[in-house]
């Protein structure tokens, strides 16, 4: 019995190919729509990544301040009456010595490259266009208030934008950090109620973003910390320092 094969090659040739493509109409139409899309969520997405960066940079220099504050304390003997607050209530009874004594302590852990006292814009230690006033800020929300309570605001809290260039004593950190004293008479004590810009001389330079109230306080408990303790305000948009503290573990 004759058993025969037949083979069948496919070549190149031998077949047709069906080759799909898309029209410049389509390929711009979606160029278009990935175009859209990114304009809508890029500028969400890098305000919440500026956010999150100087909320970073917050808790950095809340963390530095207060082991600096804390370690003052501790090597002074364990007490001090250069605090904002004394157990619920504003101090007025800060006495030079005291708070001299707690400075001296306190600079051996915060180390200060520059000091402009009463010539913080013209010492350029704050950014050239310097910060809004806390009138200013207050107003915002409260667009009804009277020229005389304007003027209880700023006797309150001492932030308006004549005193922070030409009045508060001011240092900078070796990172840039500021800290905006609410007095301008002394630059030997130690600030125990400022305005505290997180990331210098960069910006926005807006309360709430990069600028934060802080008071050093003793508590009814007879406990030291750092928190805010009035004028604490922030622009639309920003986060109160009161809010960044409960945040800071989150």
Excluded at 81 to 108: D, I, P
Excluded at 235 to 241: A, L, N, Q, V
């Amino acid at each position: 019995m004759k058993i025969s094969f037949t083979f069948f090659v496919y070549t190149a040739e031998s077949r047709t190919l069906k080759k799909s493509a898309f029209t410049l109409a389509e390929v711009l139409i979606t160029l278009g729509i990935i175009g859209v899309v990114a304009a809508m969520t890029l500028p969400v997405l890098t305000q919440k990544y500026q956010k999150m960066v100087l909320k970073n940079q917050y808790k950095k220099v809340y963390s530095t301040l207060s082991q600096a504050y804390s370690k003052a304390v501790f090597d002074i003997g364990g007490d001090t009456g250069c605090v904002h607050v004394y157990e619920g209530k504003q101090n007025s009874t800060n006495t030079a010595s005291e708070c001299k004594a707690f400075g001296n302590e306190l600079r051996k852990s915060l180390k200060f490259i520059k000091v402009c006292q009463g010539n913080a814009l013209a010492g350029k230690c704050i950014p050239p266009a310097s910060y809004k006033s806390y009138s200013e800020v207050y107003k915002e929300f409260h667009p009804d208030m009277s020229e005389n309570e304007v003027g209880q605001l700023e006797s309150d809290c001492p932030y308006n934008k004549s005193q922070i260039n030409n009045r508060n004593t001011v240092y900078v950190f070796n990172d840039g950090t500021i800290i905006i004293d609410s007095r301008g008479d002394r630059n030997d004590y130690a600030p125990y109620a400022f305005l505290v810009d997180v990331n210098g001389q960069k910006g926005p330079n807006k309360w709430g973003y990069d600028l934060f109230k802080l008071s050093f306080v003793k508590e009814k408990n007879k406990q030291y910390r750092l928190m805010p303790a009035g004028c604490d305000v922030t622009e639309k948009g920003g986060t109160t320092s009161a809010d960044m503290l409960k945040n800071m573990h989150i």
